[in-house]
Structures are given as structure tokens and as C-alpha cells.
């Protein structure tokens, strides 16, 4: 069974920076594409950048664009999201998403199947 813990959330003042990590056990690691999504109170939970198992593709959500860092160590089984110039707007729960299928790269919310906890990130102004 697949385990995902993140670490590394916390509270920060806007235009700081926060690096978050994911370790991942339970499955070959490498061949699975990775998400980062964040779930702020009253919104929907939404991806805000994407890994595929190589690490060659990437996907960003327009507003983290230029901000935001994702990227995988497959030796070590844990994927990074570097953040930048944080702003309030990014203050929500960042939760690790691992891909349902080995080999595949697409980026709908319902691709990823297994999650972590969950970690807390909070930009005061």
C-alpha cells in the first residue's frame, strides 16, 4: 500500500519562501507522475503543479507559474515543491498526490490516487 508524508509547510510572511517534501513508499516509485494540490477553506482542491515519473514533464497552474519549483530525487522517493515570493492568496492545506496509473502522464484531479495528510501553509500580509 502506498504511503505519501509531507513535511515542511508552515507560516511565512508574503515574498517568502517555503520548501515542501513529500516521501513516498509502497510502489515503484519513478514510474508514477506526482501532483502537489492545495485546498483553501470554501474552495476546491486544486493542482498546482505536476511531475511525470521521469521528471522531463511539468505542469503549472497560471497563478504558481514563475513561483513555484516541483521536482523529484526518484533515488530518494520524494518530491519537492519549492515556493517563491509567496503571496496571502497561496495560504492553504498542500497535499502530495501520487498518479493512479505507472507510465502516464495526464493532470485531471481524479488521475491521482493516493494522498498524503496534508500539510498547512500560511503567507501572512
Known amino acids: 500500500q502506498v504511503q505519501l508524508v509531507e513535511s515542511g509547510g508552515g507560516l511565512v510572511q508574503a515574498g517568502g519562501s517555503l520548501r515542501l517534501s513529500c516521501a513516498v513508499s509502497g510502489r515503484t516509485f519513478s514510474t508514477y507522475a506526482m501532483g502537489w494540490f492545495r485546498q483553501a477553506p470554501g474552495k476546491e482542491r486544486e493542482l498546482v503543479a505536476g511531475?511525470?515519473?521521469?521528471?522531463?514533464?511539468?505542469y503549472y497552474a497560471d497563478s504558481v507559474k514563475g513561483r513555484f519549483t516541483i521536482s523529484r530525487d526518484n533515488a530518494k522517493n520524494t518530491v519537492y515543491l519549492q515556493m517563491n515570493s509567496l503571496k496571502p492568496e497561496d495560504t492553504a492545506v498542500y497535499y502530495c498526490a501520487a498518479h493512479r496509473t505507472p507510465y502516464t502522464v495526464t493532470w485531471g484531479k481524479t488521475d491521482f490516487g493516493s494522498w498524503g495528510q496534508g500539510t498547512q501553509v500560511t503567507v501572512s500580509s
Open positions: 511531475i511525470s515519473g521521469s521528471g522531463r514533464s511539468l
